[in-house]
């Protein structure tokens, strides 16, 4: 079983819709909780980044942790075409520890 | 604005050509830099941690005579990637976290690296 498991995509939806983004993982040990937006050809931008459960809000995006299910999410409201780009989950158990990046989804927005 | 710089963007070069690749932390110091390699529609995967100061630890199948680490600085990173072949043209990506060590990681902007 991998250590964080993400849909590769493609999704597609039309501009103006909320974009539902997923992980699930499988060490409990992990504590830190990010999201990341890569477009072709660039590293990955942080876009969200938490260390416990429930939700934390930054414009339109949502990030939400439930721990006791070992999943996280990533709403994004009212997409916009500039929101397609490829979507990594990443956890981290602590401190300086290596990161666990899942495979990322595909976005792409729809004018 | 960035705060993790790498050097060069994109490379060409010939098989057997060793090619070296900087990472620069621009308005902090890094004790811990992360080098990443990624191939098109895949996922980063780590290479090695580089520690200033002291030897890189390579992840389990990343050959450490092929792709030399150095952290000479708290600002500075290298990765060489020595007598280079075809099958070594990937993007490869370093990363590091910020002083405290506990804030999410700054990537780079990558470097694609092609071999003919």
């Known amino acids: 079983q991998k250590e964080v498991e993400q849909d590769p995509g493609p999704l597609s939806v039309p501009e103006g819709a909320i974009v539902s983004l997923n992980c699930t993982y499988s060490?409990?040990?992990?504590?830190?909780f990010m999201w990341y937006r890569q477009y072709s050809r660039k590293g990955p931008e942080l876009l969200m980044y938490?260390?416990?459960?429930g939700n934390k809000e930054d414009g339109r995006f949502t990030a939400q942790v439930d721990k006791s299910s070992k999943y996280i999410s990533l709403f994004i409201r009212d997409s916009q075409p500039s929101d397609s780009a490829t979507y990594l989950c990443?956890?981290?158990?602590?401190?300086?520890?290596?990161?666990?990046f899942g495979t990322g989804t595909k976005l792409q927005v729809i004018p | 604005g960035a705060v993790v710089s790498q050097h060069p963007s994109w490379v060409i070069c010939k098989s057997g050509t060793s090619v070296k690749i900087e990472c620069r932390s621009l308005?902090?110091?890094?004790?811990?830099m992360f080098w990443y390699r990624q191939f098109p529609k895949q996922s980063l995967m780590l290479m090695a941690t580089?520690?200033?100061?002291?030897?890189?630890?390579?992840e389990q199948g990343v050959e450490k005579d092929k792709f030399l680490i150095n952290h000479a600085s708290l600002t500075l990173s290298t990765l060489t990637v020595t007598s280079a072949h075809p099958e070594d043209s990937s993007f490869y990506i370093c990363?590091?976290?910020?002083?405290?060590?506990?804030?999410?990681?700054?990537f780079g902007d990558g470097t694609r690296l092609s071999i003919l």
């Open positions: 938490t260390y416990s459960s």
């Open positions: 990363s590091a976290p910020d002083r405290t060590g506990n804030q999410p990681q700054h």
């Open positions: 060490n409990s040990a992990f504590q830190y």
């Open positions: 580089s520690n200033e100061g002291s030897k890189a630890t390579y």
């Open positions: 990443a956890i981290r158990a602590g401190g300086y520890q290596k990161v666990t």
């Open positions: 308005d902090f110091q890094a004790t811990t």
